[in-house]
C-alpha cells in the first residue's frame, strides 16, 4: 500500500480503517468481550467524532490475564526459549509494524490528536526500539565470579516473571514499545494496559503479534480505565513488575499498591516541567529560538520532556523572545491528518479544560502574555500556541506541569542564578543547555538534576542512550540496554568443586 500524500489520502484511508478495528480485550492469544461486557467510546478530538466502544476490563480481567501469563512464563516456551530465538520472533513483529506503520500512526493520530507526521516519526521510534532490544537479547552474558579452585560461582541473568506495562496517551505505541520491547526480550510474559484515551494501537499490535508468532499467553492487552484494571493489575500478588509511564500522582499510588501487596518492582516514567537554558553565548539566536519554540509546541505540549521553563539570559531575552514568538506564530495547530500541520488536537475536553486553566492562572497572577492564551473555534479541542514572558517560580505556570502548548519565559543574569532556576523544581526529566562556551557547558551539566541534558539541541538521543528522570520524574530507564537489564533478575549460583 503506498503512503497517502496529502488530507484527502489520509481522510480516505482514516474512513477505511474505522470499519475494521479491533475492539475486544486480547486474551490468552483470543479477542474477547471484557468478562463484564462493560465498553467504553474512544473519541476523536479533531472531531469529536466516536470513533468505537471498546472493552472496558476490570479485575476479573487482570485475574484472567494474569493466571495466562503466569502459566505462560513457568510454561517456558518464551522464557526459556534460546535468545536467538526470541529475537527472531521480535524481528518479524517489528517487519509486521514496519509493514503497518501508516495505519498504526493513522490508529495514533485519530484516537489521541497528534499530527500523522508526529505519529509516523513515533512508529519508526517503536519499531527502531524493537528491533534494538530483539537485537540485544543474544548479546548478553552473565558472569562468572572471581573465586578460589574450590568453587565456580555464577551470575546468572533471568527474567522476573509476570511484567505489567501501563502507559499514558501522548505518545500510546512509542511508550508501548519502550516498555515491551526490553520486557519481551527479557523473556518475561507482558501484560499491557494502554490509556483509555488511546487504546487503538494497542490492540492492532496484538494482532501483529499474534502474527508474529509470540507464544499464547506472553503478550496480553487489557483496555480499561485506570482505577480499574490498571488498580487491579498494580495490586496483584502475582504480577512481579510494574513499568508506568505517566503522571507522577499515579506513579505515587503505584508505588503504595506495590507495598500493599507483594513488592513488585516499580518502574515509573512521570511528569516533568522541563528547564531549556540560553546563555547570551549562544550561536544563531534565530535558530535557538525555533528549538525552543519546537520544544514546547511539539505534540501541542503533550510531551513529558517538554521544554516548558525557557531560561533566557536577561542581556538577550527581549530580541529572543520576539525571535519564539515568531517561531510560534508559524506553528499553528490545524487538521492532524493533514501533513502540513505541526500541532494537532488536546487529547480530550478534561484536558483542554485544564489547559486554558493554567492559561487564565497565568494572567491572574501577573504574567504577561505575549502570544497565543486561546482556543479555536470548535468542533475539535485546538489550543494556539502561547507564550507567557516574566513568568517566576511562586506562578503556578512556572511550576505545574501543564502538559499543553504553553512556554513560561524566565529571565536570569548569572550562571549560578540560571542553575539555582533550573533546579528549582520537584521534577527532573530533561534540561536543555545552549551555549558556546565549552567549560560552561560541562559546569552547567554536571549541577543540573535531571535525568538528560540536552546540549546546543533539544530532544536529541536514539536507541543507544536510557531515557528517564530523576526526583519526582521517576526512577526507570527506558531504552538502550540499561532497560533491558530493568527487566532482568540476578541468580547467584555457587557450585562447590573437589
Ligand atoms: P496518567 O497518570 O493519568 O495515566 C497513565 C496510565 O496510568 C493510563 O493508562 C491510566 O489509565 C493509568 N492509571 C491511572 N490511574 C491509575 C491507577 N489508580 N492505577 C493504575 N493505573 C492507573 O497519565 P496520562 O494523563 O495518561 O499521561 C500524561 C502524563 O504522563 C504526564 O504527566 C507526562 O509527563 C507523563 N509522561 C511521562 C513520560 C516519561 O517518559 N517520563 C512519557 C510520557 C508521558
Redesign the pocket.
Known amino acids: 500500500m503506498t503512503r497517502p500524500q496529502d488530507l484527502a489520502g489520509w481522510r480516505d484511508l482514516a474512513e477505511q480503517l474505522k470499519t475494521e478495528l479491533e475492539c475486544r480485550a486480547f486474551i490468552n492469544d483470543e479477542f474477547v468481550d471484557a468478562e463484564s461486557g462493560e465498553t467504553f467510546e474512544t473519541i476523536n478530538p479533531a472531531t469529536g467524532e466516536v470513533l468505537a466502544r471498546v472493552a472496558s476490563c476490570d479485575a476479573a480481567d487482570a485475574d484472567k490475564a494474569v493466571a495466562h501469563a503466569r502459566e505462560a512464563f513457568r510454561g517456558g516456551e518464551w522464557s526459556r526459549m534460546a535468545p536467538g530465538k526470541r529475537k527472531q520472533v521480535m524481528l518479524r513483529l517489528a517487519d509486521l509494524m514496519e509493514q503497518h506503520r501508516d495505519e498504526l500512526a493513522l490508529l495514533d493520530t485519530l484516537d489521541m490528536g497528534k499530527p500523522i507526521m508526529s505519529s509516523l516519526g513515533d512508529m519508526a521510534g517503536a519499531i527502531g526500539t524493537i528491533r534494538y532490544q530483539a537485537e540485544c537479547i543474544d548479546k548478553m552474558y552473565g558472569e562468572v565470579a572471581p573465586t578460589g579452585e574450590d568453587a565456580l560461582a555464577m551470575v546468572l541473568r533471568e527474567p522476573l516473571g509476570v511484567v505489567a506495562s ?6 500510546p505505541l512509542m ?1 508501548t514499545a519502550w516498555k515491551i520491547g526490553p520486557a519481551l526480550a527479557a523473556g518475561n510474559s507482558v501484560i499491557l ?5 488511546s487504546p487503538l494501537s494497542a490492540l492492532r499490535l496484538a494482532q501483529l503479534a499474534l502474527e508474529a508468532g509470540l507464544p499464547k499467553g506472553v503478550f496480553q492487552v487489557l483496555p480499561g ?3 480499574t484494571v ?2 487491579a ?2 495490586l496483584s500478588m502475582d504480577v512481579n513488575c510494574l513499568a ?8 505515587k ?2 508505588m503504595q ?1 506495590a507495598g500493599q501487596s507483594n513488592l513488585k518492582r516499580v518502574y515509573l ?4 516541567k522541563s528547564p531549556n537554558l540560553v546563555f547570551a553565548d549562544c550561536r544563531d539566536l534565530d535558530r535557538v529560538a525555533r528549538h525552543a519554540a519546537e520544544a514546547i509546541f511539539h505534540n501541542q505540549g ?4 517538554a521544554g516548558s521553563r525557557l531560561l533566557v539570559e536577561n542581556s538577550v531575552r527581549e530580541a529572543f523572545v520576539d525571535k519564539v514568538l515568531k517561531a510560534a506564530e508559524s506553528m499553528q495547530p490545524g487538521d492532524p491528518l493533514d501533513p502540513q500541520s505541526f500541532m494537532g488536537a488536546i487529547v480530550d475536553q478534561t ?1 483542554y479544560e485544564r489547559i486554558l486553566d493554567f492559561i487564565r492562572q497565568g494572567v491572574e497572577e501577573g504574567a504577561r502574555l505575549r502570544t497565543g492564551g486561546e482556543a479555536l473555534e470548535g468542533p475539535g479541542l485546538f489550543i494556539r500556541p502561547t507564550v507567557f514572558d516574566g513568568v517566576t517560580d511562586q506562578m503556578t505556570i512556572g511550576r505545574e ?1 501543564i ?1 499543553g502548548p504553553v512556554l513560561s519565559v524566565f529571565g536570569f543574569d548569572s550562571e549560578d542564578e540560571a542553575v539555582a532556576m533550573a533546579n528549582d523544581s520537584d521534577y527532573g ?1 530533561a534540561a536543555g543547555l545552549w551555549s558556546q562556551d565549552i567549560d560552561r557547558i560541562m559546569r552547567v551539566t554536571r549541577r543540573l538534576e535531571s535525568g538528560q541534558v540536552f546540549v546546543n539541541n533539544w530532544a536529541g538521543g536514539d536507541q543507544t542512550v536510557p ?3 530523576v526526583k519526582q ?2 526512577n526507570g530507564r ?1 531504552k538502550s540496554h540499561h532497560s533491558l537489564e530493568e527487566y532482568s533478575e540476578l541468580k547467584s549460583v555457587w557450585m562447590a568443586l573437589g
Request: net charge negative; proline share 4%; glycine share 20%.
Open positions: 501501563i502507559v499514558p496517551w501522548n505518545f511508550m494496559k494502554p490509556s483509555e484515551k480505565f485506570g482505577h490498571g488498580k493489575l498494580a508506568f509511564t505517566g503522571s507522577t500522582g499515579v506513579g499510588m503505584l499498591y516514567e512521570c511528569g516533568g503533550e510531551v513529558c520532556i484536558q506541569e502538559f526529566l531515557f528517564g528522570g520524574s521517576g527506558d
